[in-house]
């Protein structure tokens, strides 16, 4: 099971963007990774498609690896490493180990 679900605030632990906090904007399981909004921004220059045309440049998020993004925990605010466990009903749901309150 993912640590990190879409929504949640994480703090990206290395790269460029290191340190920062952001949203994450979507998860890929099978890659691992997760994109967040604004961060690890990357540069796509676009070639004129048309003479007389101007190239561009695409700005877009590119993914990260989960094992690079700590989340948040929504409850003390820090960054936390988290913890699993079954709730009454069975199901299982994610703890803050710092202070283990339940994270939605
Ligand atoms: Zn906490």
């Known amino acids: ?10 703090k990206i632990l290395s790269g460029k963007d290191r ?9 890929d399981a099978a890659s691992g990774k997760a994109i967040i909004d604004g961060r690890n921004i990357m540069v796509r220059h676009e070639r004129p498609k048309k003479a007389g045309q101007k190239g561009q440049k695409i700005q877009y998020p590119s993914p990260i690896f989960a094992s690079n993004l700590a989340l948040v925990c929504p409850s003390c605010g820090k960054a936390a490493r988290v913890g699993f466990k079954q709730d009454d009903k069975g199901q299982k749901i994610r703890i803050c180990k710092k ?3 339940e994270i939605k």
């Open 19 to 27: 340190s920062k906090t952001g949203k994450v904007l979507s998860v």
């Open 99 to 101: 202070c283990g309150k």
């Open 1 to 10: 099971m993912f640590h990190i679900r879409k929504g949640d605030t994480v």
